[in-house]
């Protein structure tokens, strides 16, 4: 039973093994290449890569450690695509250093903290690739406050289960 | 100044690690012709790292299926093989008319010396990932450079098209959806000949702009490509007008349902090879214009060239009409010999492959077993037409077996329902020479 803390002083940091550090994020990535081919709006709702680097940052609780999973999955994920390399890669960095930072100070091991997080985790994320595609790459972006709501909802509910089973993962320091 | 930055040792960190990014962004951005391939290599160990898991998953899945499909899952086989066995039917007979439309086209523009393009080589590849972004509509396929795929090659389904080739990775390709914002077709309206360029749009919708808001078009209309953009040949199918409206500067915006179902791509073709050749109907001999009335007017019976040739119920290189309507005086002519090469040509440009039917009237689409072998006129006179079912004209024409290309084949004889019956004694109309007389 892991132990927790709000006070920033004894909070429980966690680290993972190797393989679990490697293949979760590329079994995300691999998932949200893959899903899509059965289920083409799973990638219009979900982000998986984006659920898992919330999850490490939260867990490892270290903003350096935080930012650069997220620089990693990000560029990965950019890899993927036809944009240019990094957007995605910005918008994951800024949220493993704020999901890592958040979780120093809040506990968010409940299943409530972690909805809420992930929520506004998600709708930050769509914000920094929305500026960055619009200002920095002049992609044609469209921004929709229902959408992004919708999707960040349904993208907090899947990380609230993905998140108890990663759980599993974990080992104390 | 160590305990400034050792209090903001985060932020400098992550400022720093966002500033690499930007930068590389903005490489990126700047180079924008050749972005794709500057970053090609960093793609490949993503794609890399994902492309086994994916075609391992396909194989089991497919694997799965067709033990499923093969096994488990015969319930109701024979009713479709019937129903299929009733539309190759159906086919046939429109494929007669397309035959004959196409060797018309063929005509006229090698008598406009147009240049074509024709598929001449493709690839079949299957679709195993895709970018996992609405905001990158691509999709990896199995087959790389060591199937010989290259940039800008385009990739379509049975249906219609799909994409280009983006980025060629060594056993992987990245294809451009049609339905990306970056993607654009050369299009052009099957009846009113408008042309436009298809784009894609945010919300993946495939859009034909650059029509002009005084044009009329219909909702329903065929979309073709335009062969314009140098990656599609020209008349692939696109999809069909779903919506229309005013667009933006005096342009229509045209909604278009692609004919490929490019949320569910299964398996794609990838057209490796093209060929540009002028416009012909590879006739192998040339034919006088007074050859051409003699077989286009019924009225003027043709006298046989060759002595054996004899009426029909006789055997060998024989012509034996049947039908009611006995409309012509159907004949297996001496062209017949130039048929095969220009049936071929006429199925080569519609993309199918079936046994060439010769020497009927087109509309009614009756199917002769074969053409005249020796090259002689067998003219089936005092030959009385049997009629019929439906009431249409059947004519069969035999050959000597293994003289002809076509009459080694001797597709059976069918006829439309419904359908008017003309005087075209021969629906492969003979080769026009280049320099008529």
Known sequence: ?173 | MESVLGRYRNLIILVGVLFLQVLGLAMQVKKTTNALQDTRLIRIWAVGAITPFERSLIWIENGSASLWHNYFYLRGVRAENRELKQQIEDMRLQQVRLQEDAAQAHRLQNLLAFKEQYVSKTVAAQVIGTSGSDMSRTVLIDKGEKAGIEPDMAVMTANGIVGKVLLVYPSAAEVLLINDQSSGVGAILDKSRLQGVLKGTVNGQVVLERVMSDETVNVGETVLTSGGDQIFPKGLPVGTVAKVERGKDLFLRIEIRPAASLSKLEEVLVLVQKQDRPATTEATTHVRAADILAQRLPSVPEKPADATATPAKSGEGSAKPTGATGTAAPKATTNAASHPVKTQSATASVGQDVPPKAATGTSTAAKPKAANTNGTAATPEGVVPKPVNNGTSVMKAEGAPGKSAISAQKPKAASAPGSTPTTQANPQPPAVDNNPH
């Open chain 1, 1 to 173: 039973m892991p132990i927790t803390y709000t006070s920033g002083e004894q909070v429980e940091v966690y680290r993972f093994s190797i393989p679990v550090t490697i293949g979760v994020p590329l079994l995300a990535l691999f998932l949200q290449a893959f899903i899509p081919l059965r289920f083409p709006r799973f990638a219009v709702y979900f982000d998986l890569p984006l659920l898992v680097t919330i999850f490490f940052a939260m867990a490892r609780r270290s903003p350096i450690a935080g930012l650069f999973t997220g620089a990693f999955i990000g560029l990965a994920q950019d890899m993927l695509g036809h944009n240019p390399i990094g957007i995605y890669g910005i918008a994951k960095t800024v949220v493993g250093y704020g999901a890592s930072s958040l979780g120093v100070k809040l506990d968010v091991e409940n299943a409530g903290a972690r909805f809420l997080v992930t929520l506004g985790f998600y709708l930050v994320h769509s914000a920094v690739y929305f500026t960055v595609a619009r200002a920095l790459v002049n992609m044609t972006q469209g921004w929709s406050w229902l959408h992004g709501i919708l999707a960040g909802l349904a993208n907090a509910a899947l990380g609230v289960i993905l998140y108890f089973f990663l759980d599993k993962f974990k080992q104390r320091t």
